[in-house]
């Protein structure tokens, strides 16, 4: 396959992103890196304390900072937090990868995936299900934006999109 070094995966909280990207990563033998999880060591504390801390204007400047220094790196499947999209430079950045797939999912599907979880500052509210929409909302036309590839996630397990993903990419390499 020509080259398809750089492959990044957008999309909201839940959707899947690490271990799609994990298991992509593996499939193409191309190393795997997390935004999320570089941020935290960067700055060697989590994400929960960053928003505390420093709130998320805060952690936006770290995520960038980390999605600048990844895109330099020569060949890795990326999994992004899902609020890499709303920061112009980041979106410029995105367009250093070969290919950028959105994994797209309904808002019932992100709840249920994220519904357990206390590490996403953004969801700690009163109505997750409301601030899930609420994000959908705004981000969903950024997400098309810099996708090259948009996968629907519904009803898939993890093995038979990753199949999907790599048809794809081939198909357009
Ligand atoms: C965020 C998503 C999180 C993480 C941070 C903010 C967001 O990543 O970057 O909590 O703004 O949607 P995941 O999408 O990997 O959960």
Known sequence: MPSLE??????????????????LARELSLPFKDSDAVVEARSGVDIPWIFDEEGEAGFRQ??????????QEEALVLATG?????????RRLL??????????ANVEQLLKRTEKDKKR???QVANPREKIQQLLAEREALYRQVATQVMMTEA??????????????????
């Open 6 to 23: 750089k492959i990044v995966l957008v999309g909201p909280m839940g959707a899947g992103k690490s271990t799609v990207g994990r298991l």
């Open 156 to 173: 898939q397990n993890p093995k038979v999109l990753v199949s999907a993903i790599v048809s794809r990419l081939r198909e357009t390499a």
């Open 95 to 104: 367009q250093q990868a070969q290919a950028v797939i959105y994994l797209s």
């Open 62 to 71: 770290r995520e960038t900072a980390v999605l600048a220094e990844l895109m």
């Open 82 to 90: 899902g609020g890499i999209v709303l920061c112009e430079k980041n």
């Open 121 to 123: 500052p953004l969801l």
